[in-house]
């Protein structure tokens, strides 16, 4: 073992080309919703204005709020299967007691937010799996939206109702607020030191312990955020449909979860994208139904295109990551 | 070292156990400041599990510990950090999601607020320069997307870089095992300098050439107790290898007395850049190296060839069913949800196939023939291929190849971070299925391993620049072709 002049440094290409592959996988998303704006404009160019975005991106909004709150559990390698009951419950509680008593409401959001930190502290020091944990957990939200509101009704707050409506000049609100969402959670997750921490407890758990962090720390925190958006979601949800229904957020879980991964996300390995996952909630919300029902696809298929939709574009995922190795 | 010297880190009676399995039994040890220490012994001798104590990892059953000369009751990760005591494990520890310079964040808490990143992309080139001048190595390259000998570049310059925790001692267990010749000298010669300034050392490694040319002191393990500790001076190779124990009697004269005979033509391949007629053939029975630095196109070539075998490839001729023993065993070869028979048994499907189903009974008994053969240690191998230690995991990846009806097996590096008893079990084993007319290509960064083979072929820039028969090998010749210019 002698050590010598550095007559030559080591060739780099691989890594050149796995740089580029992460670069084209991370331009998926974006190039996927692209690829969705561009059939809706090609079939109804009228949609491509600042009423039609209005319309089309209505839902987006919650959707891409409830994709930011699964990315965080999914950022700790967890999976939260009670992401969609969370919403309808945060919504019923919106349209009831958060408009009738002030107070209470937001203490019952805010303590809804704790459950969520102690489910994570749960899930850390007994070692459960999230998927059991979680979808027990969503018949208890379930359950509670029911009692709370029997059967569909309620009023938004009207404060929710003029924030939602707001009508910036020339660009669309919810483009506006899916703008401001992705580059909130960006800078928190992906460019401050304790994002850091956060996306480290996913990829390596073992190295974050070994240099003295707290994992229980960092789950009951990712915990906690997925919590805080689901909120938000909730809030967001009942401010745009103005009255709630228990039911109103079941198909926000697996619409989470599709938009995380659409987005360029990974289920293990604290790979997430907050930019993604918003571009992946968009995608979703404009491939549901506007593009669908410009292609005069009957509703009945609509959910089963949705389905072909999503397939198509992790396959293409699936190609480009093989290129990586 | 004579001289009295302060004590960083002293144990006394340091004892642990894992249910009935002591792994350490009552060890006394230290450090002193301006210290190297080698710590040697076999896989499972309790080395790991000793540095896993100083660096607050683990909590010993019994004993003391004291850190410079302060007893320490409450001995913690984040107390030995606080203490400058960092240790660098063999498992690579770095998160694969994160960039260089976030994973130098981890290990500093200091690094916050406005900036962070720029210091830390700052901290950790410098390190990276200091040490490994040339590394090709940018802050902003994420973890994952690196070789494996680049991650451990990074994990070590990661434990020298200095913020606001002192740094007094740094544990080093292995840091050379996934490293060519050109950056173990680079590492190893860093590391003289460190202590020559002050610092202090704990160097595992079980490559016995480096502990013995740059430890200041040796200490022996063996069954979880220390057996020998002297100055490094006081020990030789034999010495090293006789207190370590069990591998005596072994020695290169049983590669000598290989005779060759050309057999039937099994892979004939030229590496996709190569500029002139110059390629790999290797015929039956032969075992072939390849050497270089790391990285240089020698895993490439071996992939190329593993891929030929299913699906024709132009400039590769491959004739017979190939296997491959990964060399990154923890993301390439194991299947970590699986029983150590279902690891050693994917190989051979076919042949364990009764009807439409595998057959629990033929898989067991592959397992149990390879389980003698091999010497895997296991008291049952429906055990989680986890319950091994290193050593035993990558048996269970040979007895994989091995026991398949490959007749050409690649080997892609395969025993870094094997005890040399271990390895001296699959050396005999190698060169018995090559007589047997099975053929080995074998990729190694270690040149000692390359006596093993019947020819080497020396890489650089994903290119052939040398072909040398065993008889004109030497460490020189191969070094010399890999800095070369065009040889």
Redesign the interface.
Known sequence: ????A???????S??GS??RA?MLRSLLPALSLALVLIAIAWLNPRAISYFGFNLMLNLAIPIALATIAQMFVIAGNELDLSIGTFVGFVGCVTATWLREAPLLGVLVLLGSIGVYALLGALIHLRNLPSIVVTLGMSFVWQGLAILILPKPGGKAPDWLLAIISFKPPYIPFPILAALLIAAVVHFGLM?T??G??L??S???A????????SLLRTKIVLFALTGLFGVLSGMALIGITTSADANIGNGYTLLSIAGVILGGGEFV???VSPIGAVIGALTLALAASPLLTFMHIPPDWQVAANGAILIIVLAARVLISRRER | MLQAIADIVRLNGAEKHFGAVRALNGVDFHVGAGECVGLVGHNGAGKSTLMHMVAGTLRPDGGQIAVRGNQEASYSVARALELGIRCVFQELSLCPNLSVAENTRINHPSLAGFGWRRKAADLIRAKLDEIFPGHGISADDIAGDLSIGRRQMVEVARAFTLTREPLHLVILDEPTSSLDAHTAGQLLSFVRRFVEQGGSCILISHVLGEVLQHADRIVVMRDGKVVAADAASAFDRDRLVAAMGGAEGHQKAAAEARKIEAGALRVRARPARQPDDKELVARAGEIIGLAGLAGHGQTDLLLAIFSAASRARTGIEVTAPVALVAGDRQSDGIFSQWSIAQNIGIRSLARLRNGLLISPQREAELAEFWKKKIGIRTPDMNNNIYSLSGGNQQKALFARALGSDAEIVLMDDPMRGVDIGTKLEVYDLVREEAAKGRTFLWYTTETEELDNCDHVYVFKNGRIVANLRRDELTEEKIIQSSFGDAA
């Open positions: 073992m002698t050590a010598l550095p007559g030559t440094v080591p060739r780099t691989p890594r796995a740089a992460r460019r030191s304790y850091v921490i996306r480290g996913g990829g390596n073992a190295a974050l312990r070994r240099a003295g962090w390995g604290g790979r």
